[in-house]
């Protein structure tokens, strides 16, 4: 089964700095990876996703990932965060052809006006 | 727009009750899922199912069952609540199509079982 890692749970950072959150997956297949998003009393929402072609995925917002087979990691980027970009984040992938997603712990991210 | 409602928002059990958690989606989806939150572990799948009267484990079934006879809706059912099970749940809906089909997820439940 595959698994999930992400790193630095709590993330506080000033409005204007960059970003970035790692995401890490263990499955040897190929898969499908996404990034979710949780803003302070909403439901979870899809911020961008992964399944072929280019390794660089522009999502909502300004939000960009890099998946990296090599180093099987997805690593979500913002170049310069607003206040309005404090949420929980979640990494999650799949194995192709598997409707089954797996979810990392999360990052809770505050940007500081 | 696809839209997933969990029918309560917020619930207050005590502890032995058997508690019902409901879930409907608007938009002909074959797959859904019943996730629980809690803080610095993410989420956990409990069960899904893939089409109607289909169900397989998740992650963390045991306390757990679940019931799907018609397509649009997925019950959660906690036999015997207990206090470990205190939780937000979620449910969400994705399409069978592709496996890269995002998962669409209702506001979710904040049970608290006392």
């Known amino acids: 089964a595959q698994s999930v890692s992400q790193h630095n749970h709590h993330v506080i950072l000033s409005e204007a700095a960059s970003l970035e959150l790692g995401c890490n997956y263990s499955?040897?297949?190929?898969?499908?990876l996404f990034w979710y998003v949780q803003y302070p009393g909403q439901h979870l929402q899809l911020l961008l996703k992964?399944?072929?072609?280019?390794?660089l995925v522009k999502g909502i917002k300004g939000f960009e990932a890099e998946f990296i087979k090599s180093k099987f990691s997805f690593n979500l980027r913002k170049p310069s965060v607003q206040w309005s970009d404090t949420a929980e984040y979640f990494c999650?992938?799949?194995?192709?052809?598997?409707?089954?997603?797996?979810f990392g712990k999360g990052n809770q991210v505050v940007v500081i006006p | 727009d696809v839209k997933v409602t969990q029918s309560s928002r917020y619930l207050v059990k005590r502890t032995g009750e058997k508690v019902f958690l409901e879930c409907v989606q608007d938009m002909d989806h074959e797959n859904m899922f019943w996730y629980r939150q809690d803080p610095g572990l993410g989420l956990r799948l409990i069960y899904f199912s893939y089409d109607v009267k289909m169900k397989e484990k998740g992650d963390i079934p045991e306390g757990y069952s679940v019931s799907r006879e018609k397509k649009e809706r997925f019950s959660l059912i906690l036999e015997s609540a207990s206090t470990n099970q205190t939780s937000m749940y979620l449910c969400?809906?994705?399409?069978?199509?592709?496996?890269?089909?995002?998962?669409?997820f209702g506001n979710g439940t904040r049970l608290t079982v006392t």
């Open positions: 969400a809906s994705s399409s069978r199509d592709r496996s890269y089909s995002p998962l669409h």
């Open positions: 999650a992938v799949n194995a192709y052809g598997n409707n089954r997603l797996a």
């Open positions: 499955y040897g297949g190929t898969v499908n």
């Open positions: 992964y399944f072929s072609g280019d390794p």
